[in-house]
Every structure is written in structure tokens, then in C-alpha cells.
């Protein structure tokens, strides 16, 4: 069976505007994001890059990290 329309407003997606119902929260910033999320007791690292193209790393001083548990 095929579908067929007549006029373009059989068309029930294309042209129309959805009510955005989280609109009024993002444009007054109260909408929560992922990144908002505070989680206790959360561990994250970081990637730090040289900004020296080709450069060679001479040494890295790893206590801070080394010292904390896990």
C-alpha cells in the first residue's frame, strides 16, 4: 500500500513549527545540561597538550598524581 497526498498540508512534520516545551528554560537559563551535574565524590582528569609542535617532553613530575588513592 502507498501513501499518497494531494495538497501540502496533508503533511503533518514539514512546514510546521513544534511548541518547544523546554524552550523558556534554555533561553532563561534554567535548563540543566549533563555538564551541570555536580556528582559527589566524582574523579576527572584532564589531557594537557604542549603548545609546542614537535616539542620533546624533558621530564614529568607525576607525585601529585601518584599520591592520591586508587
Do not use: E, Q
Not at 518547544?20 to 545540561?33: E, I, N, P, Q, S
Not at 594537557?48 to 586508587?70: C, N, Y
Amino acid at each position: 500500500m502507498v501513501a499518497t497526498y494531494d495538497t501540502k498540508t496533508d503533511y503533518k512534520v514539514v512546514g510546521n513549527s513544534p511548541i518547544r516545551h523546554d524552550g523558556l528554560d534554555k533561553v532563561t537559563g534554567r535548563a540543566v545540561y549533563g555538564g551541570d551535574v555536580k556528582v559527589p565524590g566524582l574523579i576527572w582528569g584532564d589531557v594537557i597538550r604542549s603548545p609546542h609542535a614537535h616539542a620533546r617532553i624533558g621530564a614529568i613530575d607525576a607525585s601529585a598524581a601518584l599520591a592520591v588513592d586508587g
